[in-house]
């Protein structure tokens, strides 16, 4: 919101770019967005990269991995597990990383211990 209101000013998108730490191109970015839908719409949307996987193969896999990491033949879940059951149930690659954010965002946690990733309040 301060974007807009320094663009409103008049500034120069330039130096609401310096002014705020962010790139030109970003501040062009939301620019746009004002000019199609005022301030609001800097607020409309998500951030960041698309996500890969849509809200149907996400049920797919938490079923599988509510069945247990036996599903992969082994004892617990890791991220690389996870990975490649992704890959397997839904045709999508993820990095170790991108798996980790797939579990974090169902809810499932780290357990540590040796015994891998779990649901949430689950012991």
Not at 9 to 36: P, Y
Not at 37 to 65: N, S, Y
């Amino acid at each position: 919101m301060e974007a807009a209101r320094l663009l409103r000013e008049g500034l120069w998108q330039a130096e609401v770019a310096r002014r705020l730490g962010v790139r030109r191109q970003s501040v062009g970015e939301w620019a746009k967005k004002i000019r199609r839908g005022g301030a609001w719409a800097l607020k409309a949307g998500r951030l960041g990269r698309p996500r890969k996987l849509h809200a149907e193969q996400l049920k797919q896999v938490e079923k599988q991995l509510r069945r247990g990491p036996q599903v992969m033949r082994s004892r617990k879940w890791t991220v690389r597990r996870v990975g490649e059951l992704i890959e397997r149930e839904c045709r999508v690659r993820y990095c170790a990383a991108g798996a980790w954010g797939v579990l974090r965002g169902m809810g499932w946690r780290w357990r540590g211990g040796g015994m891998g990733w779990g649901r949430k309040g689950r012991t």
